[in-house]
């Protein structure tokens, strides 16, 4: 079956047009009981435009939007509406889009060696100063201790083959890496593939996914065990071993003969370096080295998620500074850009007949893509003729692409970041452009 964008686009819509939906995200019984400019319904389809800029002004577009120049809203009325909302409505908004693409849709869904292949990555937000968010959060000071700032920890789950992040999580810097991950392991599904780096290697990951009937793939530092070390050592590039909970793990964790059949294999890497992988696909000949280290490879699809994050929608220049308004920011940026993803893979074949004489490939601009979402995201979910502005919008996608050069390499830049400058948030001061 084939699903089109068009009816996931509409079952997404219909989850927030009902009353009973209203009644479980609110924050308080009595919220949003009386008659008000922006009740839950537009206060919704007001968030998803992702603001950044300053809210007056887009507090006049958005009403200039629906045909409504003549009503007044105060920044102030919305801040304290916004508050009644719960973010984890955006969160599940997420989830329902993604399980609308899923769900009957198999001739879009990409698989291998029907997995879905996932990945997890984590990166770090820098959040506005403020008291509330500092006491959730955590605050952070140079090796000087000259200055006190933010930051949260931020985390994805990414599906390598398909472009939906299928889940994130935003939690204190405090709390680490593979803790993010095993939250994320709720939206995925047995017999997915989730695909790690050196950070997330341990037995528990490995058993969590185990008993949940999914399968893993991670690179491992050699001092991992013994039995790695060893292995790395050695003149084998693929060996089946059993690994077991560390002798410091309580008993009662695993139990007393806990132990899990995995595979390590090992390859050299274009500098030299030889890395190292564990997974749980034990059949060598259905899964060979040479597959897995192409699959690891594909891993960096999820790094570009924050890219998208931090430079295409500008997530860190949030809209307000409490924990209710941080959340929502990051989950309306995660929800736009699987819609983004949603419209530009069904207009991918399209484009292949039109550039197909070419010698290079090519895709839907992505940053001109969300820009165009942006605008139209109000009458995408609003208008009675939305399936005239979905026609549009991907009118408006196909005149805006860029070729896919391969093989482009370009040095990575490890302390790129190291010395950047946080945006600077004032209370009072918005981007107005």
């Known amino acids: 079956m084939r699903k089109s964008s068009e009816e996931i686009i509409y079952r997404v819509r219909e ?3 009902v009353d009973e939906v ?16 922006l009740p839950f319904k537009l206060l919704v389809v007001f968030m998803l435009r992702r603001l950044y800029k300053n809210l007056a002004l887009e507090i006049s ?14 920044k102030s009325a919305f801040t304290q509406a916004r508050q009644k909302l719960s973010p984890l409505f955006f969160r599940n908004l997420l989830h329902k889009l993604h399980l609308e693409f899923y769900t ?7 698989q291998l060696k029907s997995m879905r292949l996932l990945a997890v990555d984590g990166s770090t937000l820098d959040l506005p100063f403020s008291p509330e968010l500092a006491t959730v959060y955590g605050t952070h000071s140079n090796q000087h201790r000259e200055a006190r700032y933010i930051k949260a920890r931020a985390s994805v789950m990414y599906d390598l083959l398909n472009g939906m992040v299928l889940d994130g999580v935003l939690q204190p810097f405090a709390q680490g890496e593979p803790a993010a991950a095993l939250k994320h392991l709720n939206y995925a599904r047995e017999g ?8 997330y290697a341990s037995f528990q990951m490995v058993y969590e996914h185990r008993q949940r009937g999914m399968h893993v793939l991670m690179r491992l530092r050699s001092s991992f065990s013994r039995q790695v070390e060893d292995f790395a050592q050695s003149g084998a590039v693929d060996a089946l071993v059993l690994i077991s909970p560390g002798k410091n793990t309580p008993l009662q ?15 050299s890497l274009a500098n030299g370096e030889t890395a190292l992988l564990l997974t749980t696909l034990l059949n060598k000949e259905e899964f060979p080295v040479e597959l897995l280290k192409q ?3 594909m891993r960096w699809g999820v790094e570009t998620v924050y890219d998208i994050l931090k430079n295409v929608l500008r997530v860190e220049y949030f809209s307000g500074f409490t924990q209710v308004a941080i959340e929502q920011d990051f989950y309306i940026s995660l929800f736009l850009m699987n819609l983004q993803t949603l419209l530009a893979d069904e207009l991918q074949q399209e484009l292949n007949t039109r550039y197909g004489h070419r010698k290079l490939v090519y895709k839907i601009n992505l940053a001109t893509a969300i820009g165009h979402l942006k605008k139209n995201v109000v009458a995408l979910f609003t208008s009675n003729t939305s399936q005239q502005v979905l026609l549009e919008l991907k009118e408006n996608f196909l005149q805006h692409v860029e070729p896919v050069r391969p093989n482009r390499k ?8 190291r010395h950047r400058k946080t945006p600077i948030l004032m209370k009072n001061r918005k981007n107005v452009l």
Request: hydrophobic content about 30%.
């Open 61 to 74: 577009e958005f009403f200039k939007d629906l045909a409504q120049p003549q009503v007044s809203l105060s």
């Open 15 to 17: 989850c927030f047009m």
């Open 410 to 417: 370009y040095p990575r830049q490890k302390d790129k970041y």
């Open 22 to 37: 209203e009644e479980q995200y609110k924050s308080r019984p009595e919220d949003f009981t009386r008659s008000r400019i």
């Open 104 to 110: 009957d849709n198999d001739e879009r869904v990409k």
């Open 192 to 199: 997915d593939l989730l695909v790690y780096d050196r950070n």
């Open 295 to 297: 699959i690891y490879a």
């Open 253 to 267: 964790a695993y139990g007393r003969d806990a132990a899990i059949q995995v595979r390590l294999v090992k390859f």
